[in-house]
């Protein structure tokens, strides 16, 4: 077995042994990235001599005796959305072109302390607003199980980067479920942690009260063991949370679900659902039975307003997150040929840097904040988000987790819904409750839809803080189905 | 536009004034409102500066706690309530000099509320009621280069240092002042004086208006006389000194009298004030409210100050200054009038520093108020701003006590200090300022003064008394001031042979 197929938990241990060096271990995957991406599109930076510099500063590390975690010398593709000091910062954005960021994000920082090795920066639907990764200004990333679909969104770059095989893990931040849902379109892991336990600091904000920095990896374990190597407090970023991290890798490791309470949330399904989907989830949930969890149905009425209260909350907050990007401090300017005052070069500037899909949500959270709607937009909506979390609160003083299918269907054809936001917005149908509650909830795959073939994911949904919950259960399904399968679901997609 | 004038008496003959006070005051924190930056002022521009107050994409904020304890303290000190829970709010706008376009400030919640301050004028105490007391940071600050009047109007281009982005603001907003009437002025004046004595009691401010850490926002309208119902509010910005805000008082008072006298209608707008021609002048419009767009700021967490915690900041508190004023007035036993003037003149902290130095209260108010107020005035500084310190005021008032100098060497000797020439008794040595109280030294001296003024001796031999002035003159000037006048005179008359 090459490199490139191995988990990252397997690369940690062989370069600890000194089996391979980190060297070795990047190159293996710069050539698989050189390969393949031309026909996927995950990475929107690219570095080698970065990349082996740093892999060779971590075997030096290792060299001269310095303890190191579990994934010291593994390498990692990063959204495009954290600061790297190293690489340029784009989020997917002409109005970020070439902008090299002078600090690195809380994310970045401690896993290079950790001795991960940084392969690149991977694309994604314009600062993190889609769920296909068609709304990058770079093109769009295409799904490894079929180039012509989408691979999710918006950590879309992320969630192909690692089902290609060019990176063992990868990070993304979920907003809305765009960790989950691409996990989910791919065939592989994807967190959401609890908000807040995961540091902001130098995620590119689009929605400050949801965005959550999470990781992804072909198994539960190595989403656990990348998900604690950067989480925990951190006083650069006053929402994060300063509790100890939930004992995630333990309950990776442990993956046992007996006597725990399974709730099926009642909601989510029927109507809009793929048949395929909805039968996969069900197996699942048939299979935790049969592992001795207690399964019951659970009502949540409420979170079918999640979506439309999460479509003012998230714009409004973004319509301020990124006024920033004005032509004056950094990124494009635009009109800047002395005959224009500020405001004009600040307007020319914005109408050419940002995407449609970005300014629809801007004119939107612009809208909805403005003097006269705000209590019946935003304030309404932050209603709703309170009776949500509520509505999650009584389910789990009945059960220990809640489970549905992480999207209504499996991954759609690029240009599909790019004309109708609509459409692609109900791509996180199930995933946006646990943003707007601010829940732990991860997706892992649990087989193909007969229709298409392509991957289906499981989300399991666990309350604040209660993240080694979500890994309990994901790692006890992966246990199960990987043993009816032979393997991971990973060794049925197409050669690429 | 210009615009005809009323006399300010005639205005108020038909007009009643209301006032409102914005203040804004920079807190002295080391640190920034939201992040680690210096503060220092006068730093070489946009070197103060980090990813968090240049705004870089990623950056956030954490608040300075520093600031939310000095803010509460303030609030204290100006009998508000405090919030028991509050937020941070966004103030959305666009402008260059705000990095961020947009202020982390609060909006609905504010951490103080509901409280008032007395202030003096006249021998009257006037209430205003404080609004509320809030805290949110500064923007960078713009120099428009080329045009003539140093506004963006007209200018070739602007340059923005972000070193103050960032440093920590407490807005304190008063609730309209009606009722103060031909006072309007001197109201404004006293509180601003107050707030920033409060500030300076508090030690959480250098509030030194001409460098912008306190600014004053002044709002004026005026309603006809028998009105209840206010008129349309101007907001004068650029008020940089006390006597500016009593001065943009009576100019909006002025202006706005006229264009009502005249059936005019007063546009809701900013307006500037000018110090040099005590005007002001259209800024811009309110007409058209801008929307601000104000929602909680997600990046911060709630504030919900322990009210144990506020108990001890409030038990803590110093003595107000308008308390310390009454204390010091009493203890000196000084006239209203007197503790006034100094009050005006910033004057009581010299004259109580020169007391604990060991200075009898009145001779300390004699040296600061004549002497050194007159220096000052000449000189155009603040008398704390003179090189002369209340220790040095204190050994001089000694010496004169102890009858080593009389008055006018004293003040000779203070021109010395004042000259950088030294301590008092450095000065009386390199001057050579002692009283002559040598018997024998001022017997000669004396002696000549008689022997070349045998007139003068002869008028005063033969009974005219009062001659012996200009015998005690001549004294005085062959001493070159140094002798003891009153000992000069009784010697005279000794060697004379005359008694009174």
């Known amino acids: 077995m090459s490199l490139i197929q191995k988990t990252a938990a397997e690369l940690g241990a062989m370069v600890a042994a000194g089996e391979v060096s980190a060297v070795e271990v990047a190159e293996a995957h710069l050539d698989r990235i050189a390969e393949v991406e031309p026909k996927v599109n995950a990475f929107l930076h690219v570095d080698r001599e970065v990349t082996l510099g740093q892999a060779r500063a971590v075997d030096e590390r290792l060299r001269s005796g310095e303890r190191l975690g579990p994934l010291a010398g593994v390498p990692i593709a990063h959204k495009d959305i954290f600061t790297t000091h190293d690489m340029p910062t784009t989020a997917a954005s002409r109005i970020l072109e070439g902008w090299r960021p002078p600090y690195d994000a809380t994310v970045t920082r401690r896993l290079r302390e950790a001795g991960l090795v940084i392969l690149g920066k991977t694309n994604l639907d314009e600062f993190a607003m889609g769920s296909s990764t068609e709304n990058s200004a770079y093109g769009p990333t295409r799904n490894p199980w079929d180039l012509n679909k989408i691979p999710g969104g918006s950590s879309g770059g992320s969630s192909a980067a690692v089902a290609a095989y060019q990176a063992p893990l990868s990070t993304g931040t ?13 065939g592989i892991v994807g967190m959401k942690p609890t908000y807040g336990g995961s540091s902001r600091y130098g995620l590119i904000a ?15 374990l190595d989403a656990a063991l990348l998900h604690e ?5 951190d006083p650069l970023d006053s929402t994060s949370v300063d509790a100890p991290v939930p004992s ?43 592992l001795g969890a207690k399964v019951v149905e659970v009502s949540c009425p409420s979170f079918v307003t999640a979506l439309p209260a999460y479509y003012l909350i998230a714009p409004s907050e973004c319509s301020s997150n990124l006024a920033r990007f004005d032509a004056m401090r950094y990124g494009l300017r635009v009109g800047d040929d002395g005959t224009r005052s500020a405001e004009e070069v600040m307007a020319l500037t914005r109408a050419a840097g940002f995407g449609p899909e970005v300014k629809r949500r801007i004119m939107l959270g612009t809208y909805a904040l403005s003097s006269g709607y705000y209590d019946a937009y935003y304030g309404q909506a932050q209603k709703v988000r309170t009776v949500i979390a509520r509505e999650f609160e009584a389910a789990y003083h009945q059960v220990d987790v809640l489970v549905s299918p992480t999207t209504p269907t499996t991954a759609f054809p690029i240009g599909e819904r790019a004309d109708d936001p609509m459409a692609m917005y ?14 732990a909830a991860i997706s892992v795959p649990c087989g193909l839809a007969d229709e298409d073939g392509l991957p289906v994911g499981l989300q399991i949904m666990a309350p604040v803080l209660g993240d080694d919950r979500c890994y309990r259960v994901a790692a ?15 060794k049925e997609a197409p050669a690429l | 536009m210009t615009t005809t004038k009323m006399s300010y008496d005639e205005a108020l003959d038909r007009f009643e004034p209301v006032l409102g006070l914005e203040t804004h005051v920079e807190l002295g924190t080391a640190s920034k409102m939201f992040c680690g930056c210096r503060t220092m002022f006068g730093a070489p521009p946009n070197t103060q500066v980090c990813p968090t107050c240049l705004a870089l994409p990623g950056s956030l904020p954490v608040a300075n706690a520093k600031a939310i304890e000095s803010t509460i303290r303030i609030g204290l000190a100006l009998n508000c309530s405090i919030a028991e829970w509050c937020r941070f709010a966004r103030k959305n706008y666009f402008y260059p000099d705000m990095p961020k376009n947009y202020q982390i400030s609060q909006y609905d919640e504010p951490l103080c509320f509901d409280g008032y301050l007395d202030v003096e004028v006249g021998g009257e105490t006037v209430r205003i009621e404080i609004e509320r007391v809030h805290l949110e940071e500064d923007t960078g600050k713009s120099t428009h280069m080329g045009g003539a009047t140093g ?4 200018a070739d281009y602007s340059i923005v240092d972000y070193n103050r982005a960032g440093i920590p603001l407490v807005e304190i907003v ?22 920033r004595e409060i500030m300076r009691s508090l030690g959480v401010s250098d509030v030194r208006m001409e460098e912008g850490s306190l600014r004053c926002d002044v709002n004026v309208s005026l309603m006809p006389r028998g009105s209840s119902e206010w008129g349309t509010r101007t907001e004068t910005k650029n008020v940089n000194s006390l006597r500016s805000v009593e001065r943009a008082v009576r100019s909006e008072i002025e202006r706005q009298g006229a264009i009502l006298a005249d059936g005019g209608r007063i546009v809701q707008e900013t307006r500037h004030f000018h110090e040099d021609t005590g005007t002001t002048t259209s800024g811009r419009s309110k007409e058209e409210a801008q929307d601000y767009r104000y929602f909680p700021e997600p990046d911060l967490v709630p504030i919900a100050p322990d009210p144990a915690w506020v108990a001890e900041l409030k038990a803590a508190l110093p003595e107000l200054p308008s308390v310390k004023r009454k204390r010091l007035q009493a203890e000196w036993g000084l006239s209203d009038l007197d503790m006034q003037a100094m009050h005006n003149a910033d004057a009581i902290d010299l004259v109580e520093a020169t007391v604990a130095a060991g200075a009898p209260a009145a001779d300390a108010r004699k040296w600061w108020m004549g002497e050194l107020a007159r220096r000052a005035n000449e000189t155009g500084t603040a008398l704390a701003e003179l090189p002369i310190t209340p220790a040095h005021i204190a050994r001089v008032t000694e010496l004169v006590a102890s009858g080593a100098l009389n008055d006018k060497l004293a003040r000779e000797v203070l021109e010395g200090v004042l000259n950088g020439e030294g301590t008092p008794d450095e000065v009386v040595d390199k001057r050579g300022l002692k009283i002559v109280n040598d018997e024998g030294e001022l017997s000669a001296i004396i002696d000549e003064v008689l022997a070349a003024n045998a007139d003068a001796a002869d008028k005063v031999r033969s009974g005219k008394i009062a001659a012996v002035g200009a015998l005690v003159g001549g004294v005085m000037k062959a001493s070159r001031g140094k002798a003891d006048a009153a000992r000069a005179r009784v010697l005279i008359l000794e060697k004379l042979g005359v008694s009174e």
């Open chain 1, 174 to 186: 979920d907003t809305g479920g765009s960790i989950r849902q691409p996990a989910a379109v791919t």
């Open chain 1, 206 to 220: 689009f929605a400050s009260s949801l965005d959550t920095p999470g990781p992804f990896a072909r198994n539960v």
């Open chain 1, 229 to 233: 190597a950067f989480s925990g407090h």
């Open chain 1, 248 to 290: 995630v890798v333990e309950a990776a490791r442990q993956g046992d679900v007996a006597g725990l309470r399974i709730g099926v949330v009642k909601e989510f399904g029927g109507d809009g659902y793929q048949p395929g989907v909805l039968a996969r989830f069900n197996e699942a949930v048939a299979l935790l039975e049969s």
């Open chain 1, 426 to 439: 109900l791509a996180d149908l199930c995933t946006i409750p646990s943003n707007l509650a601010g829940n």
């Open chain 1, 476 to 490: 006890a399904v992966e246990k199960a189905l990987e043993s009816r399968w032979g393997g991971p679901l990973l």
């Open chain 2, 151 to 154: 506004r963006i109007h007209g």
């Open chain 2, 174 to 195: 008063t609730k309209p002042i009606p009722g103060t009437d031909r006072m309007a002025p001197e109201v404004a004046r006293a509180y601003v004086t107050e707030l």
